[in-house]
């Protein structure tokens, strides 16, 4: 067995925040050090690689795991945490994860009340300042397993996070990418035929245009499409929009900024502990995305496994 160790290891994605991660991360390793916080550094070098360190960092006895970067980065590290223990029965409840936001997306420390900060960051670090975070298990087409630290989605969502991360990898950054997935989804897509039960109860069937599903409220840079949903509350929350006039549908889209999705008439809202989608027909198996990144296809299962994770956590505002 070997032995747990006490350094924080960071998981650095030197491909986040449009580049800039090195700049950034190199004043916080000085904050580290002026702040008496031992650590040691890893660096991504392909898609998924912050799974396979956070694996390795976990089998390796570190308990305290940091992901530099934004919520892509945050997903794959929470991903390998969570794998390694399932794998191995370890209580995830072991762990302490952080985030150190130097990264386009990051949506996650607003969940938790984190300021987009580094020194601030390394501040609440230096404090221990952690609590519970639920774990969010998803099972999807062909048992591909993944884990949500904040909000997923199917439908606009998944089709927006698909074409803004192809454009990623052919090496486009800024924020011009974010209003062309916008833009160009919002022309393209259709709606989607699915069924929904939340608890083993239907609350939907037919024809939808978006799904989204959180552990936390905030996503896509400033909506919450899920606003009431909490990361420690032993629930996911879950908004359906139905298909709609566009008039009907634009008349809507200020309670995704404004958090008031749960007070329409025309978006169906709840909270489950497990979530089942399943598509009606071949050609309603959309594709997912979890903090941003596509992870496999319909039918989905969502569940709260009824384990927790240390994160770090500030003020959190509602």
Excluded at 236 to 265: C, N, Q, Y
Excluded at 290 to 312: A, N, S, Y
Aim: charged share 25%.
């Amino acid at each position: 067995m070997c032995t747990t160790k006490t350094e924080w290891y960071f998981i650095v994605n030197p491909r986040a925040g449009s580049g800039k991660t090195m700049s950034a991360w190199v004043p916080a390793e000085r904050l580290l050090e002026e702040r008496g916080i031992p650590y040691i550094t890893a660096m991504t070098d392909h898609k998924k690689h912050a799974i396979e360190l956070a694996r390795e960092a976990a089998a390796a006895g570190w308990r305290r795991i940091a992901a530099v970067g934004g919520d892509g980065s945050l997903h794959e590290v929470l991903g390998g945490i969570c794998s390694w223990c399932a794998a191995t029965g370890t209580p995830t409840e072991e762990f302490r994860l952080a985030v150190v936001p130097i990264g386009s997306g990051n949506d996650w420390i607003k969940s938790c009340g984190v300021p987009d900060d580094i020194d601030k960051v390394i501040d609440l670090i230096a404090k221990d300042a952690f609590a519970p975070m639920d774990i969010v298990r998803a099972s999807s087409a062909g048992g591909r397993i993944s884990y949500m630290a904040n909000v997923g989605g199917i439908g606009f969502d998944s089709h927006v996070c698909e074409r803004v991360n192809r454009q990623k990898e052919r090496g486009m950054r800024g924020r011009m990418i974010y209003l062309d997935g916008l833009r160009y989804t919002m022309l393209h897509l259709s709606p989607i035929s699915i069924s929904v039960h939340a608890d083993g109860k239907e609350v939907f069937s037919g024809e939808a245009y978006s799904l989204a599903m959180g552990n936390g409220p905030w996503s896509g840079g400033g909506m919450r499409q899920v606003p009431l949903a909490v990361n420690d509350d032993g629930y996911i929350d879950f908004m359906i929009v139905p298909k709609a006039k566009l008039r009907t549908m634009m008349k809507e889209v200020p309670r995704l900024f404004a958090g008031t999705t749960h007070e329409s008439t025309l978006i169906t809202t709840g909270r489950c502990r497990t979530l089942l989608i399943a598509p009606l027909g071949e050609c309603s198996a959309d594709i997912i995305e979890f903090d941003g990144e596509v992870e496999g296809k319909l039918p989905l299962r969502v569940e709260v496994t009824g384990q927790q994770i240390l994160v770090l956590k500030g003020a959190v505002s509602r």
